[in-house]
């Protein structure tokens, strides 16, 4: 049985579309119909039903990707590293959430870079969940960190870390509101109140307050940045109350630039994931990166 239809097979199977295949692969979508329907005829039974939306493999193709695949995997680890490691200087393309990747990922990874290091070469691009996960399934990246966990078997997802979501104010808010009013009131206290957020839809807001008031925001943006660290800046600057993750903002918290308005009894908490394409942890850069990670997160949490 020829590799590269394997392969084809492979990569198909994990894509869930023919499209989605032939971009990863560098091949036309008709060359990867072309090689499917060959393999299918050698095998002498139906690999995919065909969808509107992609394809969903039978079960004797499910059962020819579970005993291809990781003979495939390690082949590509070959082809990749060679047999020398120290030659197989690699680029890691890392995508993420602005904020998380610079204030997090990025100063533990770039500790496997330099002369120090173990000879990684590092390129960041910042996205939302959907642009990044995207991205990592056409091949533009090699590892993402998501806040969303991806469906369907190209993407495979490690959660990475929990963090803290922390509602706050400058000083002077914090007076006008009370802590005591706010926790006898809850939601209404905040009522009307100007907020900081990044995305109209008070994505950060929204969230808190469903998860600790059972509520929606009966607010409006004041100021909306598309980024989280403006939005600690503008709280600080007294624009209105913001919901930011702990760790960004603790320093300003230690400061008393701003002040955590509640203290719930079960804190909101947003999870991270690590994700890359199903079979590239194999490849050293990848599982070093991947590995590394893990490993810092745990100081994270």
């Known amino acids: 049985m020829d590799l590269a239809l394997l392969r084809t097979f492979v990569t198909v199977h994990r894509a869930g579309s023919f499209t989605r ?46 005993k291809a695949a990781p003979h495939l995997d390690a082949l ?30 990025l ?14 070469t590092l390129r960041a691009s910042f996205g939302n969940a959907e642009e990044t996960l995207e991205g990592l ?35 002077h ?22 907020v900081v957020e990044v995305h109209e839809s008070l994505p950060f807001i929204s969230r808190y307050w469903a998860s600790v008031f059972d509520s929606r925001p009966a607010t ?6 598309p980024d989280l660290r403006a939005v600690l800046a503008c709280a600080c600057a007294g624009a209105g109350l913001a919901v930011l993750p702990r760790y960004l903002c603790a320093p300003a918290l230690e400061r008393g630039d701003v002040i955590a308005l509640h203290e719930p009894a079960v804190a909101p908490l947003r999870t991270y994931f690590l994700v890359v394409r199903t079979g590239t942890l194999v490849m050293p850069h990848i599982a070093r990166a991947h590995e590394w990670l893990q490993r810092a997160a745990a100081d994270w949490c």
Do not use: M, Y
């Not at 100063?107 to 990684?120: C, I, M, N, V």
């Not at 006008?176 to 939601?187: D, E, N, V, Y």
């Open 21 to 66: 295949a032939a971009a990863l692969l560098g091949l036309s979508q008709p060359a990867v119909t072309s090689q499917i329907r060959t393999l299918e005829r050698q095998v002498g039974r139906p690999l995919f039903l065909r969808q509107a939306r992609g394809v969903t493999p039978t079960t004797i193709g499910d059962e020819l990707a579970h």
């Open 76 to 105: 590509v680890e070959i082809t990749e590293t060679g047999l020398d490691d120290e030659s197989s200087l690699r680029t890691l393309h890392l995508a993420g959430p602005p904020e998380f990747t610079a204030e997090r990922a």
């Open 107 to 120: 100063p533990a990874l770039t500790e496997l870079t330099g002369h120090d290091g173990q000879g990684l």
């Open 137 to 171: 399934a056409a091949g533009h990246h090699d590892l993402a960190i998501s806040t969303a966990r991806p469906r369907g078997a190209l993407l495979t997802a490690t959660p990475l870390c929990d963090e803290e979501h922390v509602l706050v104010a400058a000083p």
């Open 173 to 194: 808010w914090a007076e006008r509101i009370g802590s005591g009013k706010l926790h006898r009131k809850g939601a209404p206290a905040l009522e009307n109140l100007p």
């Open 220 to 225: 409006s943006g004041t100021v909306v940045v």
